[in-house]
């Protein structure tokens, strides 16, 4: 079992109670995606996964250990990485090769064993040509290809991906999709495409009214 989340409640304020039981299991080999209307509390409940929300009441549970404390979640979040909603507040190097370099150096490679790990990146995502680009530069759709990269250098076991067809053209939305199809990673996924959805997910939960619930995915 990769994460259980048990009985998570939280509340926001002037917003009111929007997770009121929540609760699943992610296993090895998952690829799951949570649906449910704008506000119903999808990004919050990821966020609570890599512990950056505290709910106000329930258990987390990761790769087989209780998580309680923020000391708890480093671990976590060095096996289990968030591709976030909007690029912008993942990219902030001057070029791809340090944003995605990052990582790795935070994880105490040198910089050398980091810029290997940033070549055969781009060099297996088909991104080769972005290396020296000036990250600010970049389409929303290179930008959200590139920090997908920047989370694939963590060489996480799980991905945790928020609305990652957001500002996507046709073209690269094809090659997002032909991407996460081949990685090796279990997958969570928010998203409201529903064919994006049935391409990458084998499981689906929906989130209303504060709870999770099993639902078929569409074809």
């Known amino acids: 079992m990769l994460f259980k989340l048990d009985n998570i409640h939280h509340t926001w304020p002037r ?16 690829r799951l995606a949570i649906t449910g209307h ?21 258990a987390v549970e990761a790769f087989g ?14 096996r289990a990485g968030l591709v976030f909603q909007d690029p912008d507040d993942q990219l902030f ?11 790795p150096l935070n994880l105490g490679k ?21 290396r020296d680009a000036i990250t600010h530069r970049l389409s929303g759709g290179e930008k959200r290809l ?3 990269a920047c989370v694939l250098a963590m060489d996480p076991e799980v991905l945790i991906l928020d609305e990652p067809t957001n500002a996507l053209d046709e073209e690269n939305e094809a090659r997002l999709t032909e991407i996460l199809r081949a990685l090796p990673q279990s997958i969570v996924l928010v998203s409201h495409d529903k064919c994006f959805r049935s391409k990458i997910a084998n499981r689906s939960l929906r989130l209303k009214e504060g709870q999770l619930h099993e639902e078929v995915l569409a074809n």
């Open 93 to 103: 190097c001057p070029t791809v090769a340090d944003d995605i370099a990052f990582g």
């Open 110 to 130: 040198s910089r050398d064993e980091a810029l290997v790990i940033v070549d055969r990146l781009l060099s297996d995502l088909d991104l080769m040509y972005l």
């Open 38 to 58: 704008n506000g119903a509390g999808k990004s919050t409940l990821l966020k609570i996964m890599l512990g950056l929300i505290i709910p106000d009441q329930g």
């Open 65 to 78: 250990s209780p998580r309680t404390c923020e000391a708890d979640f480093h671990e976590v979040r060095r």
């Open 146 to 148: 590139v920090t997908l």
């Open 15 to 30: 917003r009111g109670a929007i997770l009121n039981g929540a609760g699943f299991q992610l296993n090895t080999g998952d």
